[in-house]
């Protein structure tokens, strides 16, 4: 099983990607025919933690400015990251579609990913995108930093 894990992400890194959920769900946009953007620097959301500037790089912009970030593993820096993003940046409708929604974040824990991104009100799915989300239509929103 792991030399499976391997050869697919070497083949989803081969192809431009850092992992092969992002591979998937490239193919699943290119399938439906949506146009993205994939890694765009164009698209970078600056975000800050406390006394010290960062830069966030989505995975995916679709047209109606929806970001999706691909997750397997979902460690905490990642959700800290996250977090803060959301605080900075509310206009921005980021999106998470994970490999598994029900994994624990972490071993102790009870809350799942999915629950994490429910308590604080983040759409997400499981291994694709969800069609609906490709046909939304643009929202409206003042521009913000």
Known sequence: MAKRKVNVRARAIK????SGLEETVADQLKKYKVEYEYENKANT???TIPAKDHTYLPDFKLPNGIIVETKGRFVLADRK???LI?????EKDIRFVFSNSNTKISKRSKTTYGMWCE???IPYADKEIPLDWMLEKPVATTNKK
């Open 86 to 90: 959301k605080a900075q940046h509310p």
């Open 15 to 18: 192809h431009g990607y850092r």
């Open 119 to 121: 308590k604080l009100g």
């Open 45 to 47: 959301i600056k975000y």
């Open 81 to 83: 990251k996250h977090e």
